[in-house]
């Protein structure tokens, strides 16, 4: 499958913002992990604003940022959301709820408790009528959206702006699901190449057992290790190098049980 990348957003810890992290993905710069700070989306209108959880908060900033590199209007744009766990705040507040003598689960808590929540909140906030999807795939969440999405892509000719987002839960849930840090990541992926675009993915699902990328850097490493959105990080690397006038690249990704995420990543032309 190929897509043309016209966009990209992203924000973690020492990384906030793609045109702000791209030396650093490049390794021309050192990375420094710095806390990723959140804020309620500007495009939310108030009352979505105050009930935004850190999870749409979080979603809607990487793809906020991706749309509008791409020049492109969100509402126009169909998309693939990608989580390994929802919104961790939320569902704690849950759990220790449904431990007391009332057990009455506040509305809105179940509201943001829902795994298609952010694609709720993008929708009203970009007005968007164009199909959606919200999937989870554990540690493989970012892979798959990737692969969902360079299908629709591919099959359907559809623009599509992938959406992946991962944040850490409290205690006492963190022992038994460690996740490290805030990640999030956002592709605006096309059928065809426009004068917008920044590169060329040709993606291949593969049986063999090619050796999966990694990150030189070890902080960058650890975070691709510890969050499952992380494991888009040799692929943003390569293609900040590849932006910045580099040689193609083939980034590996790992799709258990078995499988490969073959990634060719080129100039667009």
């Known amino acids: ?18 045109a702000e992290s791209r030396a650093i993905l490049a390794g021309d710069s050192p990375y420094v992990a710095t806390p990723a700070v ?21 979603a809607m900033a990487v793809g906020a940022e991706a749309l509008e590199q791409a020049g492109r209007d ?30 009455d689960i506040s509305p809105t808590r179940f509201h943001n408790s829902v795994h298609n929540a952010p694609a709720g909140y993008w929708s009203i906030a970009t007005r968007c009528r164009e199909p959606s999807t919200s999937l989870s795939a554990h540690d493989e969440s970012f892979q798959t959206g990737l692969l969902e999405a360079a299908a629709e892509v591919s099959a359907d000719g559809w623009t599509v702006g992938l959406i992946a987002y991962d944040l850490p839960y409290p205690e006492p849930l963190n022992k038994v699901r460690p996740i490290a840090g805030i990640f999030g990541t956002a592709l605006v992926l096309t059928p065809q190449p426009t004068d917008r675009c920044l590169a060329r993915l040709d ?35 390569a293609l900040a190098r590849v932006v910045a006038g580099g040689a193609p690249e083939t980034v590996v990704l790992d799709l258990p049980p078995g499988s490969r995420l073959v990634v060719r990543v080129g100039a667009p032309c």
């Open 38 to 58: 959140l804020t309620a989306s500007p495009l939310l209108p108030p009352a979505e604003r105050r009930r935004s959880v850190p999870t749409v908060k979080l």
């Open 74 to 103: 969100p509402a126009t744009v169909a998309t693939v959301f990608t989580s390994s766990s929802g919104d961790p705040d939320t569902l704690h507040q849950i759990l220790e709820t449904l431990a007391t003598e009332e057990r």
């Open 1 to 18: 499958m190929r897509a043309y990348v016209e966009g990209i957003g992203l924000l973690g810890p020492g990384l906030p913002g793609w």
């Open 203 to 237: 993606i291949d699902l593969s049986r063999r057992d090619e050796p999966v990328s990694r990150m030189a850097e070890v902080g960058l490493e650890a975070l691709r290790t510890g969050n499952p959105t992380g494991r888009a990080l040799p692929l943003l690397a």
